[in-house]
């Protein structure tokens, strides 16, 4: 919210069930999905592709998208171009640390490869023929090397705000779609924990952190 202004107008991508509209305080924000449920504005949206009009939006949310996507270069290049001048794509993905990479290890959800070329528009970085799939090392292979990401994407973002975090608060969440273990608790032990999480995260983020939080500027 603190990057977007009331009179904004907004686009999520792989919104899937588009919960964001619950968090999201400006009333302009259109979900979008590949999919075609009845709850999204916009169905059978493809983010390599997505057939809006040239500067349509003020700022993009892709929450969790962008290690399914098979060519993260493209995915990019689009949204600078349905993005307006000075427009914000808005990033959460996870952190592949140590932790998160032995949790992969153990849950077989969607694993990680640090071999593939994310800058690659010919060979995928995720399996192109599952949309589930995922490849939690692209942001970490996007991101991770300023030099690498000035490199590619350099005429396109500039970093504006870039923050590591979460770790227990992730372990137990319980998921989304695929439900898993978890405690539920209520603020006072929620706050309890994110203190933990700070400190962990920040002073030793390779090994706790597994989530990451970018806001990116159109240059």
């Not at 290690?67 to 600078?80: A, L, Q, R, S």
């Not at 010919?122 to 192109?128: E, N």
Request: proline share 4%; net charge negative; with cysteine.
């Amino acid at each position: 919210n603190k990057y977007i202004k009331e009179e904004d107008v907004g686009l999520e991508v792989g919104s899937g069930a588009g919960f964001s509209k619950e968090f999201i305080l400006n009333k302009n924000l259109k979900i979008s999905d590949f999919s075609d449920h009845q709850h999204l504005d916009f169905k059978n949206i493809d983010a390599h592709n997505t057939k809006f009009e040239k500067n349509s939006f003020d700022y993009i949310i892709a929450a969790h998208v962008i290690h399914h996507i098979p060519y993260p270069i493209k995915f990019f290049k689009e949204m600078h171009r349905i993005l307006k001048k000075d427009g914000r794509l808005i990033i959460h993905e996870p952190y592949a640390s140590v932790l998160l990479q032995i949790i992969e290890l153990i849950m077989k959800h969607e694993g990680y490869d640090w071999t593939k070329d994310v800058w690659s528009e010919s060979v995928p970085a995720t399996d192109d023929d599952d949309l589930w799939s995922g490849n939690i090392a692209i942001p970490n292979l996007v991101f991770d090397d300023i030099n690498i990401f000035n490199k590619n994407l350099g005429p396109y973002f500039k970093i504006e705000y870039e923050n590591l975090s979460e770790c227990f608060i992730f372990l137990n969440s319980g998921g989304v779609c695929s439900k898993t273990f978890h405690i539920p608790l209520n603020n006072f032990f929620l706050n309890i924990l994110s203190k933990i999480d700070n400190v962990l995260t920040k002073t030793f983020p390779k090994i706790f952190a597994m989530g990451r939080h970018l806001v990116l500027k159109k240059m």
